[in-house]
C-alpha cells in the first residue's frame, strides 16, 4: 500500500499536477492564447513538452532535483489539468495583446 500511496503523492505534487516546467508552458502559452478553444491546446502541449523535455534531461544524464515513482503516461493527465488551468488564469488575467 505504500506504493500507491507514494504514486499518487508524486501525481498530486512536484511530478504531476504542480509540474513546474508544466505550468511555465501553461503560463506562457495561456498568455499567448486568443480563443477560449486554445486552453485545451495549451493544457496539452504543457503536459507533452514537459514530459519530452524531462525525458531528454535524463537521456543526457542531467540529474533531476524531483524524483517521481509514476510512470509518463500516468503523470500525462495530472500534467494536463495544471497546464490547462494555469493557461485559463493566464488567458482570463493576461489577455494576449491585440
Not at 32 to 40: L, R, V
Not at 84 to 92: D, H, L, S
Amino acid at each position: 500500500m505504500d506504493i500507491l500511496n507514494g504514486t499518487w503523492a508524486d501525481l498530486l505534487t512536484l511530478s504531476g499536477l504542480l509540474n513546474p516546467l508544466a505550468l511555465l508552458i501553461g503560463l506562457f502559452l495561456g498568455r499567448k492564447a486568443d480563443a477560449f478553444a486554445k486552453i485545451w491546446i495549451a493544457g496539452f502541449a504543457a503536459a507533452a513538452l514537459s514530459l519530452m523535455a524531462e525525458t531528454g534531461l535524463k537521456l543526457l544524464g542531467v540529474p533531476l532535483p524531483i524524483s517521481q515513482d509514476a510512470g509518463a503516461l500516468a503523470m500525462f493527465p495530472f500534467r494536463f489539468i495544471g497546464g490547462a488551468v494555469v493557461a485559463f488564469v493566464a488567458y482570463r488575467f493576461f489577455p494576449a495583446a491585440k
